[in-house]
């Protein structure tokens, strides 16, 4: 594991894009695995104004980690909606070269299954990661086993406390997502995770040096062998 430790976000963030550049520029038809979440917006920022310097996204794809279930794609808080947000209305991904699960899907089984498929027609080149208070990665929560495939979760009391921030109400928080499994996580061949912020610190340490265990599902990446995390110097202060 590699780990870069910059004075702030913003910093990371770029540092985080020119790995992306370097993978879009390096690979024909280059996979993007993205995430949503605060910590990956400083990326988002940096990768557009690339973009906006010449940077040809045309042939990119993006794959998107995981989604809420029970929000429309117009609700502020989807993943839909922060991808556009973020990135998608910014810069020259075609639209049919972008995948996010389908939390309203009428068969989410089905969605599941369809989105393994995409996943299996187009392997992740770098996969963006973020990591929640309680380790997870997507949303793939601590538990005693880490599902392979994409599924749906229930949400842990911790994800909805934390996630309550950017709801009116934490009632708001759906219980539910659609997230990718760790197998297509662990698949990609190259992995960022960035964390930022003094509450990250304690998981950041944990998951990078502690055991493996799944009630850590970050922990897992310490299996593969391209990672690098990227952090700032209130998450890198309990390493
Ligand atoms: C969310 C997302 C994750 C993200 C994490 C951290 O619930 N499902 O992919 O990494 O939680 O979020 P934040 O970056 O806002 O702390």
């Known amino acids: 594991m590699k780990i870069r430790v910059f004075e702030t976000p913003s910093d990371a963030g770029l540092y985080v894009a020119a790995l992306a550049e370097r993978v879009v520029l390096d690979v024909p038809n280059p996979v993007l695995g993205l995430a949503t979440g605060s910590t990956s917006c400083p990326f988002y920022q940096a990768f557009v104004k690339f973009e906006k310097c010449?940077?040809?996204l045309s042939r990119t794809t993006t794959i998107?980690?995981?989604?809420?279930?029970?929000?429309?794609?117009?609700?502020?808080?989807?993943?839909h909606y922060f991808m556009n947000e973020q990135l998608f209305d910014h810069v020259n991904i075609p639209r049919d070269q972008i995948f996010i699960p389908d939390g309203?899907?009428?068969?989410?089984?089905?969605?599941?299954?369809?989105y393994d498929d995409i996943i299996r027609k187009?392997?992740?080149d770098f996969q963006i990661l973020g990591i929640g208070v309680n380790g997870h990665i997507g949303f793939n929560e601590?538990?005693?086993?880490l599902l392979s495939r994409t599924h749906v979760v229930e949400l842990s009391h911790d994800t909805?406390?934390?996630?309550?921030?950017?709801?009116?109400?934490?009632?708001e928080v759906p219980r539910k997502a659609i997230t990718m499994g760790v197998q297509a996580i662990l698949q990609a061949r190259q992995i960022v995770l960035m964390a930022f912020g003094k509450e990250k610190a304690h998981i950041v340490?944990?998951?990078?040096q502690g055991?493996?265990?799944?009630?850590?599902?970050?922990?897992?990446?310490?299996?593969?062998?391209?990672?690098?995390?990227?952090?700032?110097k209130l998450s890198a202060s309990e390493l």
């Open 122 to 124: 187009h392997p992740i």
């Open 54 to 56: 010449g940077l040809d």
């Open 142 to 145: 601590p538990n005693d086993l």
């Open 64 to 79: 998107n980690l995981d989604e809420y279930i029970g929000l429309p794609d117009t609700h502020p808080q989807s993943y």
């Open 205 to 208: 340490s944990r998951a990078i």
């Open 104 to 114: 309203a899907a009428a068969d989410l089984h089905a969605e599941c299954e369809r």
């Open 160 to 171: 909805i406390a934390s996630n309550a921030r950017f709801f009116t109400d934490v009632s």
């Open 211 to 232: 055991e493996v265990r799944t009630d850590i599902p970050a922990s897992i990446l310490q299996l593969h062998r391209d990672v690098t995390i990227v952090l700032d």
